[in-house]
Structures are given as C-alpha cells and as structure tokens.
C-alpha cells in the first residue's frame, strides 16, 4: 500500500505540473517590489546603481575611457587587443563584441537598477527628505547612463520603469534619448544637496545635475539652455561652491580627490581582501577599484594597450606661458620621451629613465601615454594593476568654465566668454585670453576654444563627445590620426546596437549604415 500510495503521489504531482503557468511568480521567492520596506532598504537600492560604475571593465573601470579618447583623434589602441584596436579603427563586423555590447548592456543595468528606486522608493514609510534625495539621486545617476546611451549609441530604447521579461520596447530617436536625459536632471536637481559629508561624499549633488544638464543641452548645441544651466555654478547659486584648484596635477592624484574642482567624480578605493588580478572575470563585478591604468600604463608596468597621439604634444607647444616656459598641463597630461623638457634621460617612467627603459632611437621613442589616470606620482610605484584607488573626476569645474563660454560664444555674447576661458588659461601660467587674443571672432573663438579643451581636458574621456557636438568627425582627421581614413559620416558616430538584443527584441531596429 505505502509504495502504491507514493507513486500515486508521484503521478499527481507530474499530472499538476504539467498545467502549471511557469510565468507565475513563486510564492516561495521574494520579489523585486517586496524588497523595497524600510529607509535602509532604499539606502541600499540607490547605493546598487552607484556601484554598476564598478562593473567588471565594462563602465568607469575602463571601457568608457577607451571609447571617450581611443575612439577620439586624441588616442588609439596601440597593444596587442587586436579587438580593442579594430573597434577604435572604426572596423567592426561582430555587433555582439563585448566592448560595445558589453557597455550597452551594463548601462541597462544601471537603468534597471535607477528605476527601481524611483519607483519604489516613494512608497516607503520613511523620513521625506531622505525620500526626497534618494530618488533624485536615482534620477541623476539614470540620466548619466542615459547620457553616455544616448552619446554612443544614439538611439537607446527608453525605459523608465522596473523591468519586465515581456518588454519589447522601440528605440527612442535621438532627441527624445536627450529630451529624457533633461527631464530626469531637471527633475533631480532641486531634491539634491549642494554637498555632501563623511561617507556621502561623492553622492550627486545639485551642481553635478545641472553640470550634467548644461553638457546634455551644448552636446545638441542648444546654447541658451546650456548657458542657462551651467550659470547655476559659474554666476548663480552654486557659484561658491566650486573653484580651481592652485595646483593643476590635484586633480588626478588619489591623494587630493574630492576638492574643490570636482562636481561629480567616480569614487575608487583599494579593497586589501580583493586579490584579484583580472577584472574581466564576471564573478568579480564589484571590484571597487579601477583598472584603467593597468591598461594605460606604458609597457614593463602595465599593458599599454591604450596610448595618445604624438599630434597632441605639439598643441600643448603652441603656447609658452607667461613667464616663457612650457604649458605645465603637457607634463601633467602626457607620459613621453620629453615628460621632463630636459628629454628621456631625465624624463621618470615608475624609477627609471625613459632611456635606461626604452632607449632614445627605438620604435617606442615616440610613444606617448595618457597620465591623468595613472598612479605614476606615488613614491616608489614601480608597476599598475587592477585595482586603483585614483578617483575619476567625470566633471571638472574647468570643464564647467569652458562649456560655458562655448555656449555664451554660440549665443554671439564672444566679449562676455572670455573671462571664463581666462580664468583657466591664468591656472596653467597662460596670459589671459583676453590680453592674448582679444577681439575673436565667434568663429575664430570657438576655433580657440577647441584648442582650450585640448590642453586642459586631454585624457579624462570627452574628446569623442567634442568631436561629435562640433560636428568634426570625419575622414579629414586621418592627417592626425590614421585610423579615421575608415571612418564613414553616417555610420560611425554612433556604434552599432548589439545584434544580440536585436535578436530578442523585433520592436529594436539597428543603427543606420550597420
């Protein structure tokens, strides 16, 4: 009787399972919206998408760098990731390569997450102002993956609610992935702090959001709205809070983060108990550090697999300081045979003289490395690896002074642009622009204005975004940089969708020209 009962048992059980509806939830799971009960539960949710920045390589680790300068004129892939090199030669046949899908899908990631605790959020039983900067910290954070969406691929679909597996949603075009970018900072800004203190530093603040905004609006030169928002730092509210600092390097040093330039930077820290030597592996995703500069650094102490164009060194040469001696920003920005003006055999990579290391007649002689993101300045660093503490600094108070000139010179205000352009040209030792070259014309300023963001802004990951905003993408750039002679108008400012997702979504169409 007892084995009979057991497989009657057996045969029910099969019998239900076969009408069961496998979409039901499982009562026995906590969901997604049940998680969401206390003010601790909304802390952790808004600190989850801060940490999507920690992704593998994927975001700020690294791949956001590679396709904000390698991809520009200003960089390329000169190591042996034949990939990495294809992709920023603008020759890619696989839509499915990790480093543009892999950066597409850990953006949706941030998304996913940001729309959780906006929509969640608000229905938690908890102090209101903490509410309050919680969501609009969410809302801050989607807008910046949207950005960077919208930026590199240009039509993201937009997806402003927790997710769902039957979602198929159609690409946005590319002025509604901006006019959502905006909607979400101009949403965000009154809730946000202007500062933070202790552990909060490095949240966003209310001077990051309308940052963010004013690149959003000059990205799509639309000036008015631009000059408007960045007003907030540089004449209005905000304008107390910011400041260059005395000592151009104090921006890249992990030693001196969070200061007094900084609107918004990407916090690192070393983790002691993290041993990894690989940030690729995916069980390693929250790697606190960054890898950047293992992959920067120049051959014998990283891997070299990211270096700048020679073309660079001679626009920091166009212009010797007040005093006559060389722009301070070319040593600060750039690793090369001439660091130090006295040339290689005085010139430090990690301890060692450029010539002891690669000699003066070899291939490598005329190599140049991006330094902004290396930790070559710490006493006795002798090698990279995977996991840096040096902070990214995303937003730069000169960036600030300098998108807002651009967009008082797009309006025809030219006069009234150059004091912010002083202001950091008087930083590097420069005369002032206005003693330098008065009177500009609006075309011959923004000419000089490229010039400007070269020498203070080379390395940090916006010369694709210049690029793009001035509309000078093109084959004419392969005089300086050979790998644009593959770039075709049309195609390459933006990367392909990921065929991958095409696949899944029938309502998702691919970008023009791939």
């Not at 965000?188 to 963010?212: E, N």
């Not at 003289?353 to 902004?372: C, H, I, L, M």
Request: aromatic share 12%.
């Amino acid at each position: 009787m007892k084995k009979i009962f057991l497989l009657t048992t057996v045969v029910l059980l099969i019998a239900t399972s076969c009408n069961r509806n496998f979409d039901e939830p499982n009562p026995n799971n906590p969901t997604i919206a049940s998680f969401w009960q206390s003010e601790s539960d909304a802390i952790k949710g808004v600190n989850a998408v801060y940490s999507t920045f920690h992704r593998t390589a994927t975001l700020y680790s690294r791949f956001l760098f590679y396709h904000g300068s390698l991809r520009s004129d200003e960089g390329y892939g000169s190591g042996g990731d034949i990939t990495l090199n294809n992709v920023m030669s603008f020759v890619q046949t696989n839509y499915n390569e990790g480093l543009t899908a892999g950066t597409w899908q850990n953006l949706f990631i941030g998304v996913f997450r940001a729309n959780q605790v906006i929509a969640y959020v608000p229905g938690i039983e908890m102090d209101e102002a903490l509410k309050t900067r919680i969501v609009s910290e969410a809302r801050f954070l989607r807008a910046l993956f949207y950005f960077n969406l919208t930026l590199y691929y240009g039509r993201p679909p937009l997806m402003l609610e927790p997710s769902e597996p039957t979602d198929r949603p159609s690409n946005a075009t590319n002025e509604e992935a901006w006019a959502q970018v905006q909607q979400d900072l101009i949403d965000a800004a009154p809730g946000l702090p202007l500062r933070y203190t202790g552990d909060d530093i490095g949240r966003a603040t209310r001077g990051a959001a309308y940052a963010l905004l004013g690149k959003a609006y000059l990205q799509q030169n639309k000036y008015q709205e631009a000059a408007t928002a960045l007003s907030w730092l540089v004449t209005g509210e905000g304008k107390d809070l910011y400041s260059l600092v005395p000592n151009y390097q104090d921006n890249f040093k992990a030693s001196t983060e969070n200061n007094s330039e900084s609107v918004f930077e990407i916090q690192f820290r070393f983790n002691p108990n993290e041993n990894t030597d690989d940030d690729v592996d995916e069980t390693r995703i929250n790697n606190p550090g960054t890898s950047i500069a293992q992959f920067y650094a120049p051959r014998g102490v990283g891997f070299s697999d990211g270096a700048a164009r020679r073309w660079l060194v001679g626009e920091f040469q166009r212009e010797n300081t007040a005093l006559g001696t060389r722009d301070p920003r070319l040593a600060v920005s750039l690793l090369f045979d001439s660091t130090d003006v006295r040339g290689p055999q005085f010139t430090q990579v990690y301890g060692q003289t450029f010539a002891s290391r690669y000699g003066v007649n070899t291939g490598e002689s005329s190599t140049v490395w991006f330094r902004k993101l290396l930790n070559d300045n710490e006493a006795g660093r002798t090698e990279e690896g995977f996991r840096s503490p040096n902070n990214y600094r995303l937003i730069r108070y000169a960036d600030v002074l300098l998108m807002y000139a651009e967009a008082l010179n797009g309006l025809g205000q030219t006069a009234q642009a150059y004091p912010y352009v002083d202001r950091v040209r008087v930083r590097a030792g420069l005369r002032p622009l206005s003693v330098a070259r008065p009177g500009l014309s609006r075309d011959a300023f923004l000419e000089q204005l490229k010039h400007e963001r070269i020498t203070e802004l080379t390395g940090e990951g916006w010369r694709f975004a210049d690029l793009q905003r001035w509309g000078d993408l093109g084959p004419e750039l392969a005089s300086r940089d050979p790998e644009f002679a593959n770039f075709v108008k049309g195609r390459n400012e933006w990367y392909p969708i990921p065929q991958s997702d095409i696949d899944l979504n029938p309502n998702l169409t691919q970008n023009p020209g791939y």
